[in-house]
């Protein structure tokens, strides 16, 4: 007879109706402001640029080499080098970037930037509920706006970050043993040099 | 004390009357009803948008709104102030003016409906003599309405969902209107009021609700099946099957516009449940005897959120028809049962009354009604489709 499967049916959609009162374990719907999912470490939204220290400008890992610019897909970001230097992490002199913007509306997150990237200045954000009510300049992201620090890095990405920070201590500590064999060779060098010059000034006198 | 709280919209309305003089009186009577009823019915809208969106969440173990005050009960309001907010755009080709008048015109025949509509105990705002009459008169102003929109958009959409909705509400008129006419042919009169008085009596403690005969309930089951059919909603929402033609006759419309449409679709689904409720429900009469002394519209209006929360458990469960199923429905089942039905009322009205009377009227019922739907079943032959163009 007619009715019987609606019958059925309004029977179902009313069991689910109560059954959403009775047991909370039907309703899986996340209260999402309030409640979040635990973060995934390998989530990624946008890049951001990583920063050493206190100083977002003083610690900027970022050498304006534009690769990342050149490699970005669908060329979402700007670089403008700076015309003076200034030392880096390891004391080196290194240009650093005077404009460097991403358009986040044209980014599309693919990750290139921060895989080719040789001095890991840019990585990528899990911060992923972003929303502004200016269509352009909300979207532009400039060089304040990207700087984030390696604290903040290290707590989105423990793993991937903890490998980097070694790396970057190993180079560190390479490019320090270096110098200071340098600094030994030339104070070798010099001591030498000193040890065999005595003599000269007398010459010199002599003259 | 009783008779006041069931009276007091009659004796507050008589009170501010007095203060006005007699010559002004008829005229700001009739203002104060109409004005009462549409605050009432579009506050009723408010309510059930937001159970709706609450139920159907439920249903499909949701929350529903939940945000916009507690328990979401805000939401209507927030709805409200968005669609007003909103910007509202005329395709370039659309006749304006039938494009703007069509949302006005589908909420006017929606409220019209409610001036025959006995809300209470002489709660009506008038008392014609061909009250069923006019409401079904007014009701069917519904379709013209449609019609200005789905032709004045000029768009493709717009005018299948039209065509469709004209189609649908067309074929459903006839049942909806033939389920009716039993309870005329058992009450001898068009007016509403003196229908709902002969249902409002009792044999012990169980009223003559018309929906307690076989006639009675076959009908009442027919006309809610057509006032769904009729007030486009789910499972016969073909008028705006989005998957298909997006959002039917109203793609066209945004802003306040929509939510006219929306207003006025649910305007007209009181309405029809409110013609039920007075036909079959026995209209502000109490369920039982003893509970006469619950006042008459706290009756009218529980029955009627209980006849939108079946339309909701309805629109929660069934998916939509397809468009033979629905055409099949109408003219190979409702419309033989509805005429089956008016003589099944007549033999009721010419037989003693008794068992012998409740046997037969009763078979008189089943006995098509499964034959009936069997034809339908039998319908279903599926064959291997073949396809001309792809091979």
């Known amino acids: ?47 951001f640029l990583v920063f050493d220290g206190a100083d977002w400008q003083q610690g900027m890992r970022c050498v304006a080499c534009q690769i990342c610019e050149k490699e970005c897909p669908p060329k979402c970001i700007f670089i403008e080098k700076s015309k003076d230097k200034k030392p880096d992490a390891n004391g080196k002199l290194q240009f650093y970037p005077a404009v460097f913007n991403i358009d986040i509306s044209v ?81 070798d060098a010099v001591a030498k040099l000193a040890a065999a010059t005595p003599a000269q000034p007398a010459i010199g006198e002599t003259q | 004390m009783i008779q006041t709280l069931d009276q007091i919209f009659v004796l507050a309305k008589h009170w501010l009357l007095s203060y006005l003089p007699a010559a002004l009186q ?4 009739a203002l104060i009803s109409v004005a009462t009823i549409i605050l009432a019915f579009a506050l009723l809208f408010a309510i059930t948008t937001w159970l709706e969106r609450k139920g159907l969440g ?23 102030v968005k669609s007003l907010t909103k910007e509202d755009i005329i395709p370039i080709t659309a006749d304006h003016a039938v494009h703007f008048l ?54 493709k959409y717009s005018l299948l969902g039209a065509m469709r909705a004209i189609a649908q509400m067309i074929s459903y008129e006839v049942p909806l209107v033939l389920a009716s006419i039993v309870v005329i042919m058992q009450a001898g009169s068009l007016s509403t009021v003196s229908i709902i ?8 403690i169980w009223p003559h609700w018309f929906v307690f005969t076989p006639w009675g309930f076959a009908g009442f089951v027919l006309f809610m099946v057509a006032a769904t059919a009729e007030s486009n909603r789910s499972p016969f929402d073909l008028p705006e099957g989005e998957s298909e033609i997006i959002a039917g006759y109203y793609t066209e419309y945004s802003g306040f516009k929509f939510a006219l449409f929306f207003l006025g679709e649910y305007i007209g689904m009181f309405a029809t449940s409110g013609m039920a409720i007075t036909l079959f429900l026995g209209g502000w009469s109490a369920p039982f005897s003893f509970l006469t002394w619950i006042p008459s519209y706290v009756w009218f209006f529980a029955k009627l959120l209980a006849i939108i929360s079946v339309f909701i458990w309805i629109r929660g469960t069934l998916p939509r028809l397809r468009m033979d199923q629905l055409m099949n429905l109408a003219w190979e089942f409702m419309l033989p049962m509805a005429l089956l039905n008016l003589f099944t009322a007549g033999l009721w009205h010419f037989m003693p009354s008794g068992s012998l009377r409740w046997l037969v009227c009763s078979t008189m019922v089943v006995v098509p009604c499964i034959f009936l739907s069997r034809g339908l079943k039998q319908k279903e032959k599926f064959q291997v489709r073949t396809y001309h163009y792809s091979e």
């Open chain 1, 1 to 47: 007879m007619v009715g019987e499967g609606i019958l059925k049916g309004m029977a179902e959609t009313a069991r689910n109706f109560f059954g959403s009162y009775v047991s909370k374990d039907r309703l899986v719907t996340l209260q999402y402001p309030e409640q979040r999912d635990p973060q995934i470490e390998a989530a990624r939204s946008f890049p």
């Open chain 1, 107 to 187: 980014c599309m997150s693919c990750q290139i930037c921060a895989e080719v990237c040789p001095f890991d200045a840019i990585k990528m954000d899990v911060n992923h509920d972003l929303s502004s009510d200016d269509r352009f300049g909300g979207l532009l992201l400039d060089k304040q706006r990207l700087a984030k620090s390696n604290q903040y890095y290290n707590s989105i990405h423990p793993t991937e970050a903890a490998a980097v920070d070694a790396r970057r201590a190993a180079e560190k500590a390479r490019q320090a043993a270096k110098a200071k064999a340098a600094t030994e060779a030339k104070s």
């Open chain 2, 26 to 29: 008829p005229l700001c009577s």
């Open chain 2, 58 to 80: 439920r249903m499909q173990n949701r929350y529903g709104p939940n945000r916009v005050g507690p328990f979401g009960i805000l939401q209507p309001i927030a709805d409200g």
């Open chain 2, 102 to 155: 069509a949302p006005v015109l589908l909420v006017a025949a929606s409220f019209l409906g409610y001036a025959v509509l006995p809300i209470g105990r002489n709660m009506v705002l008038v008392n014609l003599n061909a009250g069923v009459l006019y409401f079904f008169a007014v009701g069917s102003m519904m379709e013209l309405a449609v019609f200005m929109a789905g032709w004045s958009s000029r768009s």
């Open chain 2, 197 to 204: 008085d002969l249902q409002a009596t009792y044999t012990g």
